[in-house]
């Protein structure tokens, strides 16, 4: 019985497909930290995707630095519409408002932005339920009063617009290393992201590694990625520039504001990485032997996992004639109980399948 009733668990989920409903809260339970392990696109389920572009309308207020999110978005978008963006969601893209409000975090003031974000969103035709803002240099001067202060800007916006997800940033490098007070600063608005649950795209985290996971913050780099590579004081080398020489045809020739097309490439990635995440895609559930990757052998555990679960009912409930077994609540023990087990055990397999981005014969949709 059974291997029977494992046998039939496949079977009946491709008889069955089911469409996973995401979760729809504007807050996270949990903080969401984007940064330099959040870059690798191809891990990003497509279906994420467009529930995010579908979900969100994003306003995002910036100068130069933060343009070079904007710009690593573009190269994603040529090379596939799935990353479609523009400024009213044409045709199923992404409707983000570009350079809206103006300025940034610290320009004209420290304030400015804070009361742009409530005229925006106080306007009757607004329809914005994310914004973003950037810093250009600013946090490099900043002291911890200054980011308090935009600590507590954000904070008093979120309650006033509950509905609405803020999404919190650090200040780019500026090659003062980990003593330097911009990493201070940036720790400052770190910590308080994670005690706080709140949404970080960490700027400067992204340009303190490069693909590889070699960290560079250690070295003075600043945010055109270049680095002193032997403690001599000068910035004698660069980071993208070596990546990209040691990986052919793997970086973009953008234009980035101030720095290179592979910092702008990984900030655009690890933007779309922040939406899935905020519509729902949980990334580590999706790697279930804690391999590091995400592919077939994820789906074969947890087909494994959810056929012990089906084999320990059947011998614990239902070959007993149990009450546990009674699961249609009729006061009968028989196949309709065994059948309603197996839509159950069904329903999460197409949930996981569904929400880890592969499709109904095992593959990893692209």
């Given at each position: 019985?059974?291997?029977?009733?494992?046998?039939?668990?496949?079977?009946?989920?491709?008889?069955?497909?089911?469409?996973?409903?995401?979760?729809?809260?504007?807050?996270?339970?949990?903080?969401?930290?984007?940064?330099?392990?959040?870059?690798?696109?191809?891990?990003?389920?497509a279906y994420w995707i467009d529930e995010a572009k579908t979900r969100?309308?994003?306003?995002?207020?910036?100068?130069?630095?933060?343009?070079?999110?904007?710009?690593?978005?573009?190269?994603?978008?040529?090379?596939?519409?799935?990353?479609?963006?523009?400024?009213?969601?044409?045709?199923?893209?992404?409707?983000?408002?570009?350079?809206?409000?103006?300025?940034?975090?610290?320009?004209?003031?420290?304030?400015?932005?804070?009361?742009?974000?409530?005229?925006l969103l106080n306007d009757h035709g607004s329809d914005r339920n994310m914004i973003m803002w950037s810093w250009c240099g600013q946090v490099s001067t900043a002291s911890k009063n200054d980011i308090d202060t935009y600590l507590n800007l954000m904070s008093s916006l979120e309650q006033e617009f509950s509905t609405v997800t803020f999404v919190y940033m650090t200040g780019h490098l500026d090659g003062t290393g980990e003593n330097g007070n911009l990493h201070q600063r940036n720790n400052q608005i770190r910590e308080y992201c994670r005690q706080n649950n709140k949404v970080l795209f960490d700027f400067a985290d992204i340009e303190s590694y490069d693909p590889d996971g070699n960290y560079f913050l250690d070295k003075y780099a600043n945010d055109e990625c270049y680095y002193d590579s032997d403690g001599d004081g000068v910035w004698d080398a660069n980071w993208a520039d070596e990546w990209c020489a040691a990986h052919p045809g793997e970086c973009s020739d953008c234009v980035c504001a101030h720095s290179r097309p592979l910092n702008c490439d990984l900030k655009g990635r690890a933007f779309w990485w922040m939406m899935a995440r905020l519509a729902g895609w949980e990334a580590e559930r999706c790697d279930y032997n804690n391999d590091g990757v995400v592919d077939r052998l994820d789906l074969i555990a947890k087909h494994t996992d959810l056929s012990e679960e089906m084999d320990a009912w059947v011998k614990d409930c239902w070959d007993r004639n149990d009450d546990c077994a009674d699961l249609n609540g009729d006061g009968l023990v028989d196949e309709n109980d065994l059948k309603e087990k197996q839509k159950q055990i069904s329903q999460k397999l197409a949930e996981w399948m569904e929400g880890c981005g592969f499709t109904k014969k095992g593959r990893i949709k692209r």
């Open positions: 019985m059974n291997r029977l009733a494992a046998c039939l668990l496949l079977p009946f989920f491709l008889i069955h497909p089911l469409r996973f409903i995401p979760h729809q809260s504007t807050s996270p339970s949990l903080p969401i930290i984007i940064d330099h392990t959040c870059t690798d696109i191809d891990q990003v389920p969100f309308r994003i306003s995002y207020g910036h100068t130069s630095h933060g343009s070079q999110v904007i710009s690593g978005m573009e190269v994603l978008m040529l090379q596939s519409g799935l990353y479609a963006f523009d400024h009213d969601g044409t045709d199923g893209a992404l409707s983000l408002h570009d350079r809206t409000p103006s300025g940034d975090l610290g320009n004209p003031n420290r304030t400015e932005w804070y009361y742009r974000t409530r005229n």
